[in-house]
């Protein structure tokens, strides 16, 4: 006799084949939809906290100076996304984002995606990125990750996004986005396949791939691009990698940072905004103020070593809850081209490091510590 009753699993199945039914041919009616579909299992699940969907508020951030901003926009980074067959939570972490943005009010000029939207640099992971992304109300700005990159060596990444390294102004600052990851070839002496090449670059730094680096075209590039602009101009660069060199056997890393830094220092205020480590993370060295974006899929642990001084490290994450220390983020835009940084937390109270906090040397506006206790 047929069971009438479906079994949990069954019932698992198909909920999950109607939500990535749902993710085909989205207008916004239907992204909604799944979202608010996807979102009631988290709920139910125990996976969200009770303020999800709602507008950010940083009102309780310390150092707030809204009088001085001039425009925000907000930024999703790391959503490492894998094939829908593989693994789902990472795709309702970048929908959640979506959403996030979506709902504020006011909305922001862009939104900037920071890299690693692909776990594994397939075209189905990138379709899967592109059909939520185009979801976005705002303009959206694309950056490039290492994961995006090393299974085709970024075709499929510029088929839909366009070349990685380009320039823009908007409202009196100049922004930047490169593409920092940029290895030499350590493949083709060892024979590999592509995904041989990519899993080696995924994963941690072996001796076998050589370092991220901006590389010397783009250099010149980046040269050139800055030459028609005096030393008072207001610079904001976003790179995946950090460009400064933090852990190299993490790849939290770029080789040739001191190079690409010789260019920027000559303004007299530059800002860094970076992908790739997952992680509230400041630094300042000279004029560079340099800000990490949090990652939509999971937060990697600090670097053992080395540390930043300005870092206010946010808690160790809470290992039986997936969205803990995960987010994404808005970033208000000061005249003078500094910015406040805002860490939206998903399971947490959001963090704003203030534009005086680094422009203080941290002497100012020191950021309020993330409000859970450590694991
Ligand atoms: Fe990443
Ligand atoms: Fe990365």
Redesign the pocket.
């Known amino acids: 006799m047929k069971s009438r009753i479906k079994s949990i699993e069954t019932k698992y199945m198909q909920q999950r084949r109607d939500f990535f039914n749902g993710l085909k041919n989205m207008d916004r009616r239907s992204f909604l939809k799944v979202s608010a579909a996807a979102m009631g299992a988290a709920a139910t699940s125990g996976l969200l906290a009770p303020n999800s969907f709602c507008p950010v508020s940083v009102a309780q951030a310390a150092g707030s100076s809204d009088s001085n901003v001039s425009f925000r926009f907000a930024y999703i980074s790391?959503s490492h996304l894998y094939e829908k067959k593989v693994n789902d939570r990472f795709v309702r972490g970048l929908l959640r984002a979506v959403e996030d943005i979506n709902n504020l009010d006011p909305q922001p000029d862009f939104v900037f995606y920071g890299?690693?939207l692909a776990q594994l640099g397939q075209a189905k992971e990138l379709d899967i990125g592109a059909q939520i992304l185009k979801n976005v109300k705002a303009p959206l700005k694309m950056m490039v990750?290492?994961?995006d990159w090393y299974f085709d060596l970024g075709q499929k990444w510029q088929e839909m996004f366009g070349q990685p390294t380009y320039s823009w102004n908007h409202k009196g600052i100049h922004f930047v986005t490169l593409n920092s990851?940029v290895e030499r070839d350590f493949w083709t002496k060892h024979g590999m396949t592509p995904m041989q090449r990519m899993m080696t670059v995924a994963g941690l730094d072996n001796g076998m791939q050589s370092s991220f680096t901006v590389g010397a075209q783009q250099r010149q590039w980046l040269k050139e691009d800055l030459a028609g602009y005096s030393n008072d101009a207001p610079i904001i660069v976003f790179s995946?990698?950090p460009l400064y060199k933090l852990y190299k056997k993490w790849n939290f890393w770029t080789d040739d940072a001191e190079d690409v830094q010789a260019i920027l220092n000559r303004f007299e205020r530059v800002v860094v905004i970076h992908?790739?480590t997952h992680q509230l993370l400041t630094n300042r060295i000279g004029n560079i103020h340099f800000h990490g974006m949090l990652s939509t899929a999971w937060p990697w642990p600090y670097a053992p070593e080395g540390m930043p001084e300005l870092t206010i490290e946010m808690n160790r994450p809470d290992p039986f809850n997936p969205n803990d220390g995960c987010g994404d983020g808005e970033v208000h835009v000061h005249t003078d081209g500094l910015v406040d940084k805002i860490y939206n937390f998903w399971n947490r109270k959001p963090i704003m490091v203030a534009r005086d906090y680094t422009a203080s040397w941290g002497k100012q506006s020191i950021p309020l510590k993330p409000n859970l206790a450590s694991y």
């Open positions: 790391d890299g690693d990750g290492e994961h990851v995946h990698s992908g790739h």
